[in-house]
T-cell receptor
Framework: DTAVSQTPKYLVTQMGNDKSIKCEQN?????MYWYKQDSKKFLKIMFS???????INETVPNRFSPKSPDKAHLNLHINSLELGDSAVYFC????????????FGPGTRLTVL | AQKVTQAQTEISVVEKEDVTLDCVYE???????LFWYKQPPSGELVFLIR??????QNEISGRYSWNFQKSTSSFNFTITASQVVDSAVYFC??????????????FGKGITLSVRP
């Protein structure tokens, strides 16, 4: 009965590769997010989608491309991976945009070698 | 612009001690929402509480309590009789109402709490 799930949990890859992280929520929420948590544990929003529409793009390099095929899924594709992309990526969802709590997935630890 | 400051970076206590985690926020809005999240060593982010700016009542949930003071722009979190399982990183976060469709959670840098047996 996982509310927000992400795959894979761990991702180890070489610089220059392209990779994707998938996220699904079964909470019936309208809004989904991607966050990046760096090595110092700092959490920063990258994107948010509401009903499949991109709402926030927080000055993320265009090597990162989110895709929302439906409102229960928000995938993150990363092209030409760089060392600095190594981080934990969290997907989250909420019923509404600002006032509701966000439910987070378990995170995907990306390591770029 | 919205900002959350968690000035304490690491706190270490002995089990059964009380501990308070501080959170100070900045916002232009009169309507906003404050949150606390817990990130245990296993890595997941767990929602603890949400408070809107019009509700200054303090909240208690078991050993956890929250003190919201608009006058000092603070939303502090106290754990009473701490336990080893409370060891985690705790994040305070803020969301503003006026940004509407662009509202987002801004997180503080987190406080690492270690509870020693």
């Amino acid at each position: 009965d996982t509310a927000v799930s992400q795959t894979p949990k761990y991702l180890v890859t070489q610089m220059g590769n392209d990779k994707s992280i998938k996220c699904e929520q079964n909470l019936g929420h309208d809004t989904m997010y991607w966050y990046k948590q760096d090595s110092k544990k700092f959490l920063k929003i990258m994107f948010s989608y509401n009903n499949k529409e991109l709402i926030i793009n927080e000055t993320v390099p265009n090597r990162f491309s989110p895709k929302s095929p439906d409102k229960a899924h928000l995938n993150l594709h990363i092209n030409s991976l760089e060392l600095g992309d190594s981080a934990v990526y969290f997907c989250a969802s909420s019923q509404d945009r600002g006032q509701d709590e966000q439910f987070f997935g378990p995170g995907t630890r990306l390591t770029v070698l | 612009a919205q900002k959350v400051t968690q000035a304490q970076t690491e706190i270490s206590v002995v089990e059964k001690e009380d501990v308070t985690l501080d959170c100070v926020y900045e916002t232009r809005d009169t309507t906003y929402y404050l949150f606390w999240y817990k990130q245990p060593p296993s890595g997941e982010l767990v929602f603890l509480i949400r408070r809107n700016s019009f509700d200054e009542q303090n909240e208690i949930s078991g050993r956890y309590s929250w003190n919201f003071q608009k006058s000092t722009s603070s939303f502090n979190f106290t754990i009473t009789a701490s336990q080893v399982v409370d060891s985690a990183v705790y994040f305070c976060a803020l969301s503003e109402e006026h940004t509407g469709a662009n509202s987002k959670l801004t997180f503080g840098k987190g406080i690492t709490l270690s509870v020693r047996p």
